[in-house]
């Protein structure tokens, strides 16, 4: 069956169901295409001990923000899709489930999207289908040894799935911090592969390190105003972690516990793991950052004249570093059983059957204008905005885009 409306969006998770809500204050027809559930991957794609790294009071989206007792707690996966198929309800949104699209194509009608559930003709197309859909091993992980599992974050969900004996985690970002600390914990050896990061406390001055952020507008900094958008864009998610006490977590934290360090991951070779020397540069380049990020805090906090009302300025010791951290690891020898590649994500656009791609097959767009006429793109890092990668971004990330969209569908464009 063929259908028509004016936009389709692609995917009924937070940024799809924000963009739902714009373009029903604009009074737009649409329909919202989700191949699963309301906020599906929250609920099946996190291991279990899993929660948000931004506090609760800072969950929201257009016209919706949480109200529940605990808004300096971190909600879990499954609490994340219930807010987010409740948001689905309160807001009303066209909402087709079990409708995986599987083909978007120009027609003369100018785009013709083909799902499991029908056809639709549409004069323009949101995709926020999610930035996260598919794990993102390096290429080296093909010279891994047969014997030894691999694993992604996708995939994980406790130690308990693990192979008894050693753990290669290669990542240090948000994702590969926690699953060290969790699978060390566990009782197994765990060596950590650490390239660039960025070091972050949980609390900073007795307050969430996200209302800093918030409060002194970093998050609301432009991906026009940045000189190298692709590299800002490329950063890893800041080390932290969300529990019920607000606790930091960074290498720190997890030397101390017996976690081992290495260099950044720079290749297999004949089963053998070669790892960078440039660990104690790349530690000393985030301690500095974080140094550099308090003092703008301290500086605002000073400008506010907030001071009498927070705690003193804090400053953390220098990550200790290893000397002479070894370069190279046999996979061969069975002391790693389990890699886990907490090497990032990225999205699956393969269904896009547009001219949109550049030669390494990334989206090409402009803060989410993606190079097509009507087409758009939701659920990037730093999108449009630094704070485009956490739930509340989408609130200021799809007001922008729903009036272009707008403009573009009146021709004032």
């Known amino acids: 069956m063929t259908h028509r409306t004016s936009v389709v969006i692609v995917g009924g998770g937070h940024s799809g169901l924000a963009m739902s809500k714009q373009l ?4 737009l ?15 099946h794609q996190r291991w279990d001990s899993f929660r948000l790294l931004t506090p609760n009071w800072q969950t929201r989206l ?21 807010f987010i198929a409740n948001y689905a309800r309160e807001v009303d949104a066209p909402l087709q489930l079990g409708a995986e699209v ?26 926020a289908s999610g930035a996260h859909r598919r794990a ?62 960025v070091r972050m406390p949980r609390t900073y001055r007795g307050r969430d390190i996200q209302y800093w952020m918030e409060g002194t507008g970093r998050l609301d900094e432009r991906y026009d105003e940045v000189e190298e958008i692709a590299r800002a864009r490329g950063v890893a998610s800041p080390q932290l972690i969300g529990t019920p006490e607000r606790r930091s977590l960074g290498l720190n934290e997890l030397t101390t516990a017996g976690v081992q360090l290495r260099g950044r991951l720079g290749g297999i070779r004949d089963g053998v793991a070669m790892f960078s020397g440039g660990l104690r540069n790349h530690c000393a380049l985030a301690d500095q950052k974080l140094g550099r990020l308090l003092e703008e805090i301290d500086e605002w906090i000073d400008e506010q004249r907030l001071g009498g009302t927070v ?39 393969s269904w896009v059957d547009l001219p949109v791609f550049d030669e390494a097959r990334r989206l090409r767009h402009d803060g989410g204008v993606v190079d097509a006429p009507g087409i758009y793109f939701l659920g990037g890092t730093f999108l449009r905005r630094r704070g485009s990668s956490f739930i509340h971004g989408a609130t200021a990330d799809t007001e922008d885009l729903a009036d272009h969209l707008i403009a573009h569908l009146r021709g004032d464009l």
């Not at 699963?36 to 609920?43: I, K, L, N, P, T």
């Not at 257009?62 to 219930?82: I, V």
Request: proline share 8%.
């Open 24 to 27: 029903s204050k604009r009074g």
């Open 29 to 43: 027809d649409h329909v919202v295409l989700e191949r699963g559930e309301a906020g599906d991957s929250w609920r």
């Open 62 to 82: 257009p016209g919706s923000s949480y109200e529940g007792r605990d808004p300096d707690g971190f909600m879990t996966g499954a609490e994340m899709a219930d």
């Open 102 to 127: 599987t083909k978007v194509q120009p027609t003369s009608d100018r785009y013709e999207v083909t799902s499991t559930q029908g056809h639709w003709l549409c004069q323009s197309v949101v995709v």
């Open 136 to 197: 993102n091993p390096p290429d080296c992980a093909a010279g891994v040894p047969a014997e030894v599992d691999q694993v992604n974050p996708l995939d994980y969900r406790n130690p308990d799935q693990l192979a008894d004996g050693g753990v290669l985690v290669v990542g240090a970002a948000a994702t590969g911090i926690q699953l060290a600390e969790e699978i060390h914990a566990s009782g197994r050896p765990v060596t950590l592969s650490v390239g660039e990061h």
């Open 311 to 349: 705690g003193p300025p804090e400053r953390y010791e220098p990550t200790v570093v290893p000397n002479n951290a070894p370069l190279t690891l046999d996979l061969g020898t069975g002391e790693i059983r389990t890699i886990v590649w907490a090497t990032g994500f990225r999205s699956d656009l």
